[in-house]
Protein backbone atom coordinates (compact mmCIF):
# COMPACT_ATOMS: atom_id res chain seq x y z
CA UNK A 1 0.00 0.00 0.00
CA UNK A 2 1.41 3.32 -0.89
CA UNK A 3 1.56 5.69 1.77
CA UNK A 4 2.50 9.06 0.26
CA UNK A 5 -0.76 10.45 -1.44
CA UNK A 6 -0.69 13.39 -4.53
CA UNK A 7 -2.09 16.83 -4.06
CA UNK A 8 -5.02 16.95 -6.83
CA UNK A 9 -8.05 19.40 -7.81
CA UNK A 10 -11.36 18.57 -7.70
CA UNK A 11 -13.14 21.87 -9.57
CA UNK A 12 -12.73 24.49 -6.74
CA UNK A 13 -11.40 22.43 -4.12
CA UNK A 14 -7.84 20.72 -3.33
CA UNK A 15 -7.24 17.82 -1.66
CA UNK A 16 -3.69 17.94 0.46
CA UNK A 17 -1.78 15.50 2.49
CA UNK A 18 -3.17 15.77 5.52
CA UNK A 19 0.20 17.75 7.64
CA UNK A 20 1.01 19.29 10.88
CA UNK A 21 -0.06 22.54 9.62
CA UNK A 22 -3.46 20.94 9.63
CA UNK A 23 -4.59 21.59 13.38
CA UNK A 24 -6.09 25.13 12.96
CA UNK A 25 -8.94 23.90 10.54
CA UNK A 26 -9.22 20.81 12.27
CA UNK A 27 -9.82 22.48 15.14
CA UNK A 28 -12.44 24.76 13.87
CA UNK A 29 -14.28 22.52 12.11
CA UNK A 30 -14.45 19.66 14.77
CA UNK A 31 -15.45 21.92 17.89
CA UNK A 32 -19.01 21.97 15.73
CA UNK A 33 -21.26 19.39 17.93
CA UNK A 34 -23.63 18.95 14.85
CA UNK A 35 -20.99 18.04 12.63
CA UNK A 36 -19.26 15.63 15.15
CA UNK A 37 -22.55 14.00 15.83
CA UNK A 38 -22.31 11.22 13.82
CA UNK A 39 -18.79 10.63 14.57
CA UNK A 40 -17.17 8.28 17.07
CA UNK A 41 -14.79 11.59 18.46
CA UNK A 42 -15.34 15.52 19.15
CA UNK A 43 -16.27 17.90 19.65
CA UNK A 44 -12.50 18.84 19.66
CA UNK A 45 -12.16 21.49 22.75
CA UNK A 46 -8.76 22.77 22.59
CA UNK A 47 -6.07 23.65 19.88
CA UNK A 48 -3.36 21.09 21.61
CA UNK A 49 -6.21 18.25 21.22
CA UNK A 50 -6.20 19.29 17.18
CA UNK A 51 -2.68 18.62 17.07
CA UNK A 52 -2.81 15.12 19.01
CA UNK A 53 -5.20 13.94 16.58
CA UNK A 54 -3.43 14.90 13.22
CA UNK A 55 0.07 13.56 15.43
CA UNK A 56 -1.23 10.78 16.93
CA UNK A 57 -4.14 9.48 13.84
CA UNK A 58 -3.52 10.55 10.60
CA UNK A 59 0.58 11.01 10.32
CA UNK A 60 0.87 7.82 12.57
CA UNK A 61 -0.77 5.75 9.68
CA UNK A 62 2.02 5.40 7.26
CA UNK A 63 4.00 3.15 10.01
CA UNK A 64 0.98 1.51 9.68
CA UNK A 65 0.90 0.96 6.33
CA UNK A 66 -1.75 3.34 5.09
CA UNK A 67 -1.52 7.02 3.73
CA UNK A 68 -2.46 9.53 6.32
CA UNK A 69 -5.58 10.87 4.61
CA UNK A 70 -7.09 14.17 2.53
CA UNK A 71 -7.46 17.38 4.14
CA UNK A 72 -10.31 19.15 1.71
CA UNK A 73 -9.84 22.59 0.43
CA UNK A 74 -11.29 25.60 -0.57
CA UNK A 75 -8.86 28.05 -1.02
CA UNK A 76 -6.53 28.87 1.80
CA UNK A 77 -9.34 27.31 4.04
CA UNK A 78 -9.13 23.74 5.29
CA UNK A 79 -13.28 22.34 4.89
CA UNK A 80 -13.11 18.45 5.62
CA UNK A 81 -11.07 15.53 5.70
CA UNK A 82 -11.31 12.46 3.72
CA UNK A 83 -8.92 9.46 5.09
CA UNK A 84 -8.47 5.89 4.27
CA UNK A 85 -8.08 4.38 8.14
CA UNK A 86 -8.63 0.78 7.82
CA UNK A 87 -6.85 -1.66 5.58
CA UNK A 88 -7.85 -5.30 4.87
CA UNK A 89 -5.08 -7.02 3.22
CA UNK A 90 -6.66 -10.27 2.85
CA UNK A 91 -9.59 -8.87 0.53
CA UNK A 92 -7.33 -5.57 -0.71
CA UNK A 93 -10.15 -3.59 0.92
CA UNK A 94 -10.27 0.21 2.05
CA UNK A 95 -12.22 1.89 4.22
CA UNK A 96 -12.95 5.51 3.96
CA UNK A 97 -14.07 8.00 6.28
CA UNK A 98 -15.24 11.71 6.26
CA UNK A 99 -16.36 14.89 7.90
CA UNK A 100 -16.97 18.35 5.96
CA UNK A 101 -17.28 21.72 8.14
CA UNK A 102 -21.30 22.06 8.59
CA UNK A 103 -20.99 25.50 6.72
CA UNK A 104 -20.33 23.51 3.24
CA UNK A 105 -23.33 20.83 3.86
CA UNK A 106 -25.67 20.27 0.50
CA UNK A 107 -23.16 22.15 -2.06
CA UNK A 108 -22.15 18.80 -3.56
CA UNK A 109 -18.54 19.22 -2.38
CA UNK A 110 -18.44 16.04 -0.41
CA UNK A 111 -19.70 13.89 -3.55
CA UNK A 112 -17.14 15.31 -5.58
CA UNK A 113 -14.32 14.51 -3.05
CA UNK A 114 -15.38 11.28 -2.31
CA UNK A 115 -15.77 10.32 -5.78
CA UNK A 116 -12.05 11.31 -6.24
CA UNK A 117 -10.98 9.75 -3.15
CA UNK A 118 -13.01 6.43 -4.27
CA UNK A 119 -11.06 6.74 -7.77
CA UNK A 120 -7.68 6.98 -5.67
CA UNK A 121 -8.11 4.30 -3.70
CA UNK A 122 -8.88 2.49 -6.91
CA UNK A 123 -6.41 3.68 -9.39
CA UNK A 124 -3.39 4.78 -7.11
CA UNK A 125 -4.06 2.56 -4.04
CA UNK A 126 -4.83 -0.35 -6.30
CA UNK A 127 -6.99 -1.35 -3.80
CA UNK A 128 -10.07 -4.03 -5.10
CA UNK A 129 -12.85 -3.11 -2.84
CA UNK A 130 -13.83 0.66 -1.12
CA UNK A 131 -16.27 0.57 2.17
CA UNK A 132 -17.73 2.99 3.77
CA UNK A 133 -19.78 3.10 6.79
CA UNK A 134 -22.51 5.57 8.31
CA UNK A 135 -24.92 5.69 11.38
CA UNK A 136 -28.45 4.59 10.66
CA UNK A 137 -29.68 8.05 11.40
CA UNK A 138 -27.39 9.72 9.05
CA UNK A 139 -29.84 10.02 6.41
CA UNK A 140 -27.66 12.44 4.22
CA UNK A 141 -24.57 10.37 4.63
CA UNK A 142 -26.10 7.12 3.53
CA UNK A 143 -27.61 9.29 0.81
CA UNK A 144 -24.50 10.44 -0.80
CA UNK A 145 -22.69 6.89 -0.34
CA UNK A 146 -25.32 5.47 -2.09
CA UNK A 147 -24.89 8.30 -4.99
CA UNK A 148 -22.09 7.34 -5.79
CA UNK A 149 -22.91 3.22 -6.74
CA UNK A 150 -22.00 1.73 -3.18
CA UNK A 151 -24.10 -0.99 -1.95
CA UNK A 152 -25.15 -2.15 0.68
CA UNK A 153 -22.95 -4.71 2.03
CA UNK A 154 -23.87 -5.37 6.06
CA UNK A 155 -24.76 -3.67 9.51
CA UNK A 156 -22.77 -3.45 12.71
CA UNK A 157 -23.12 -2.15 16.37
CA UNK A 158 -21.12 1.10 17.05
CA UNK A 159 -20.73 4.08 19.63
CA UNK A 160 -20.88 7.26 18.32
CA UNK A 161 -21.40 10.93 20.48
CA UNK A 162 -24.82 10.41 20.50
CA UNK A 163 -24.71 6.81 21.70
CA UNK A 164 -24.58 3.23 20.66
CA UNK A 165 -26.28 3.05 17.13
CA UNK A 166 -26.33 0.70 14.19
CA UNK A 167 -23.75 1.54 11.32
CA UNK A 168 -24.30 0.45 7.75
CA UNK A 169 -21.89 -0.49 5.82
CA UNK A 170 -21.61 -0.17 1.75
CA UNK A 171 -19.04 -1.03 -1.34
CA UNK A 172 -18.06 -1.23 -4.39
CA UNK A 173 -15.05 -2.76 -6.10
CA UNK A 174 -12.43 -1.77 -8.84
CA UNK A 175 -14.41 -3.31 -11.81
CA UNK A 176 -17.89 -2.03 -10.83
CA UNK A 177 -16.58 2.08 -10.09
CA UNK A 178 -14.50 1.45 -13.40
CA UNK A 179 -17.31 0.80 -15.39
CA UNK A 180 -16.75 -3.08 -15.65
CA UNK A 181 -13.05 -2.98 -16.28
CA UNK A 182 -10.83 -4.82 -14.13
Known sequence: MKTKLEEVKVNKFTLKEISV???????????????????NWGPI???????LIINNIYLKRPSEGLPPGYAIYYGDVMIGVIDYHTYNSLTNEIE???????????????????KKAIDIAFNYLECDKVKI????KNERSMNLIKSLGLMYEYE????LNYGDDIAKYYSIYRYEFNGGKK
Open 133 to 136: GTSL
Open 45 to 51: LSINEAK
Open 156 to 159: EFCH
Open 21 to 39: NDYKGLFVIGQDKEMCSYL
Open 96 to 114: IGYFLDRKFWGMGIMKRCL
